[in-house]
C-alpha cells in the first residue's frame, strides 16, 4: 500500500483496517502499516484498532490481538457465531437432501458443493476456528475434490496449503510414494509427495470433502512420517457413516454426516456428532 | 446474523458493513441485513455505506455500488491500486527466480506457489477485477494445481467454480469427454465433465496455472460447446512463452511471463505483456 499524504476520519481509517485485517486471517500486520497508509500517528490507530476489535468481538466476527516482540502487530484471527454456525450447518444439510443429488448407482452428486465459494468459504471458516489454538504449520489435502475446502482453512490460519497427488509428476523432482485403501474404490492407490513440498518436523492438519473409512487420512498419516512430520489433526466436510461406520482413523472433526439414500430418494444427512464448536 | 437490539456506534457500524460486504464479493446484501444486525434506521444504514464506499474507493479497496429493484441492495467489487498490483507481480518475479527452484530436466518448481494462499488471493484478485465487467456465469478450470487460483476467481466474481477431471468418475454420471494435446508432455489426453456440471447457454471463463500452447484452452472450447455454452476469456498466472512462443490461442491474459532458464541457474521471468489493467 502506498505512503498517503492525506488525511482520514476515524470513521474511514476504521473501514481501512477492518479491511486489511480481516482479508489475511492469522497474519501480523505490523501498526506502521497503518500509520503510514493513513498518515496517522501510532497513538491514533492504536485507538482505531480498539474500536474493530470490540466491534468484531461483540458480533462474532473474529477476533484482534496485539502480538508484542520486534516482528509484533496486529493480528485477526476468524470467529463466527454458534447461530451462524449452526445455521449454515443446517442449509448445508438441505442442500445435500436436493432429490436430484441422487445418481445411477446410489451415488450422491455433490462436486458442485465442493467447488462453490458460498459454501466452501463459509465451510472452511468454520473448520479453521475449530483449529485456531493449535500449532499447524501446513494444511494437507489429496486431488481433487477436497482442495477447494483445504484451501480455505490454509487461508484462514495462514499457512501454506500441500497437496498430495495420485501419481508422480516429473516436474516436482524427487518423490515419497505410499499406497493406500481408497474407500471410494476400495482398491490399493498411491499417493505421492514431492520431496520439495514440506520441511522435517511438521506439524500437519489433513482437510478432505468426506471421510469414508479413514483409509486416506491413515495414507497422509504414513507419508507424513516419510516427511518426519506429524498428523495432528484432521477435518471433513462430510462424515459417510453410510458407506463406513467404522473408522481406522478416531481423531477427527466434520460438519455432517451422510447415512445413506432415505425410500422416498433423498440424502439422509444430519449435523454431526463429531462438529464440536471448540477443539 | 442475528437480529440485534444492542445500539451500535457509526465507528461500529461501518466496521461491520465492511467485514460483511467485503467478503462477499459481486452478491448482493440486502439493506435490512444491515438494520438487523445493528438496530438502526434505513437512512442510518445508508449513510454508513456511503463512508464504507468513499473510504475503500479513497483507498482503491473495492467498490460499492447500490443495486435497485427487488432483489437489490450493496454489492462490493473488488480492486486494487496500479502500485499494489505492479509490486505483486514484481514480488512474484522475485520468487520465480529463486535458485532452487531449477529442478533436474530444467523444469521449474512452482508447485508450492500454486498452493500458497498470499500469493494465489491475490493473484486471484487481480484475475478477477480484469474481468469484473464481463458477464461470467462459470469458472472452469482443469485439475489440479489451477484449482486455487480459479477457486480465488470465482469467490472474487461471486460465481460457482467448475472443475473439469482427467478421467471419468462413477460418482458423477453422464458426462462430456473431450480429447487433446496437452502441452506438459505432447501427448493426447483425455478431459471429462458431468452433465449436471453447468447449465446450458453459459459463459465461461477459463482459469489455470500456466499456458503453453493453449492446448487446454483450446480443449476447454471444445468441450464447453457440447454444453451450448461458450468461452469468453481465459487468464493465467504464467504465460509460457520458452516451451511454447505461439498459441493456438490468442485471446487470455497472463500476470507473468516465462522465457526459460538464464546461464546462471534462475528462471527468466517478468511482468507479462499479457497484463492490462483492465479488459
Redesign the interface.
Known sequence: ??KSS?K?S???R???I??IL???PN?VVNLNTFTE?FNAAKSTVSEDVV??R???E??Y??KVETVSGAAGGIKFTIDM?K??KDLFIQELCDVFREK?RI???D???V??LM????I??KAGKILAAMFRDIEVNYIVTI???G??LA?EV??NL??????V?NRTR????ASVNVNYLSG??KRIQTMSL?R??MKKNSKCLFIDDFMRGGGTAKGIDELLQEFDSELVGCGVLVDNNFDAKEKIIKNYVSLIEYNGISEDGTAIVKPSEKYIDKI
Chains 1, 2 share one sequence.
Open positions: 500500500m502506498e492525506e482520514f476515524r470513521n474511514q476504521v473501514v481501512g477492518t479491511k480481516t482479508e489475511s497474519r497508509i474500536i474493530v470490540e466491534t468484531l461483540k458480533l466476527m473474529g457465531s447461530y451462524e436430484d445418481m445411477l448407482g451415488f450422491l452428486y462436486t458442485d467447488f462453490n465459494p458460498d466452501i468459504s486431488e481433487t475434490k482442495i477447494p484451501y490454509a487461508k495462514g499457512v501454506q496449503l500441500v497437496t497427488r516429473v516436474t516436482e523432482g471410494t474404490n514431492s520439495k513440498a
